[in-house]
């Protein structure tokens, strides 16, 4: 059983900073890319940044240049570094990997979802 667990959210006034953390549990995993999504409320889930196995990284438009992602392949943990923070990043973050496990083939798997709050 493949689980995902983050850590980290929470509440920042605007212009701080945050690091969530997503660690992969279970036997055997081969990881694949792993993201970070984030639902804002009454919106849809959207695609805020997302890493390869091999460090290859994408990010949407409004985190460029304010937001990290990075992971530790050793850890099967993925981080996102969130600089600058505005109002409009105010969201429930998700962890997303695509794992391959003893128990089963390549699948998707989601975390939990961590709040993030950004307010004075």
């Known amino acids: 059983q493949v689980q995902l667990v983050e850590s980290g959210g929470g509440l920042v006034q605007p212009g701080g900073s945050l690091n969530l953390s997503c660690a992969a549990s279970?036997?055997?995993?081969?990881?694949?890319?792993m993201s970070w999504y984030r639902q804002a409320p009454g919106r849809q889930r959207e695609l805020a940044a997302q890493i390869t196995s091999t460090g290859d990284t994408n990010y949407a438009d409004s985190v460029k240049g304010r937001f990290t992602i990075s992971r530790d392949n050793a850890k099967n943990t993925v981080y996102l570094q969130m600089n600058s923070l505005k109002a409009e990043d105010t969201a429930v973050y998700y962890c997303y990997a695509f794992v391959r496990s003893r128990t089963a083939w390549w699948r998707n798997y989601w975390g939990q979802g961590t709040p993030v709050t950004v307010s004075s």
């Open positions: 279970g036997s055997r995993l081969d990881i694949n890319a």
